[in-house]
């Protein structure tokens, strides 16, 4: 690796170049010998869609044009499989911060700070500036509707519940 870094007892800052300047991303200090055989630099990049940076390395001797993710070279994870930052901190590149799982395990841990909504099925809708209102049913998502009031999505996946789940759902909303 020829990314400078600052071994900090247990964990390393190794600095990343960005589109910002020079940020750092940690990692353990014993994953520096796997790093030391990385011949390339690493770099953040800012993902649009997570709206946070991730790390990714260039090694010409991988291949040509092949860009490693850091947390993928770390944890030697395989194809079709998934890194999870299970804090979220994409730049927190730590094992213990890791965990190699498939994209459906990894959705089950969503990053609630990140939710407008606390209502399962209710999410901000950005494009649109409303509420949407969604439910997920054997596999198959229903859309309700954009509202632009959060209490009239709310009510109308409440609604759609009674609809699938019967009294049981007007069981659990009375709680």
Do not use: C
Request: aromatic share 10%.
């Amino acid at each position: 690796m020829k990314n400078k870094f600052n071994i900090r007892g247990e964990i390393t800052a190794i600095y990343v170049s960005s589109s910002e300047g020079i940020i750092e991303t940690l990692i353990d200090t014993k994953s520096l010998e796997i790093l030391n055989e990385f011949n390339g630099t690493f770099r953040a990049s800012w993902n649009k869609n997570t709206k946070s940076y991730y790390v990714l390395g260039y090694d010409r001797s991988l291949g040509p044009s092949k860009n490693v993710m850091l947390h993928r070279y770390l944890t030697a994870a395989m194809d079709g499989l998934v890194v999870d930052h299970i804090n979220h901190d994409t730049l927190d590149n730590r094992l213990v911060n890791l965990r190699v799982v498939t994209q459906s395990e990894n959705v089950r841990n969503p990053d609630l700070k990140k939710r407008i909504s606390k209502f399962p099925g209710v999410t901000w809708y950005e494009n649109k500036g409303k509420w949407r209102a969604k439910r997920r049913v054997n596999g198959k998502s229903h859309h309700l509707g954009y509202f632009a009031n959060w209490d009239d999505a709310v009510e109308a996946v409440k609604k759609f519940d009674v609809i699938i789940s019967g009294p049981i759902a007007e069981q659990r909303q009375a709680l």
